[in-house]
């Protein structure tokens, strides 16, 4: 594969993820839309990358969640739900593995 056609294809991978990120996104359905196969889509992604999808999305939904708790005056609950956290406490386990806070805490600590 050429690098020109590596880099579309990562392109198209961030752009789908960009642009469902308030939903569940799940590789399958993901590799569908793009016209691959999931286990292709794993494995092109975490060797051009280096980290898995999933762990890429979390990343992106974390750094967004931490975007909109430093600029907007969204409760918690709402902006867990923004991303696709309809549970409050798994939204809060997973931006304190990310963050090493919960969001109150990074709000409290943060926030100007």
Partial sequence: MSCVKTEERLCA??????QHLAEKITVREMAARLGLHPSYLNTFFCRRTGESIQAYIRRRKMQKAVEMILKTNYSLSQIGASLGYFDQSHFSRTFQKETGMTPGRYRETHKL
């Fill in 13 to 18: 991978i961030r752009t789908y993820i960009e």
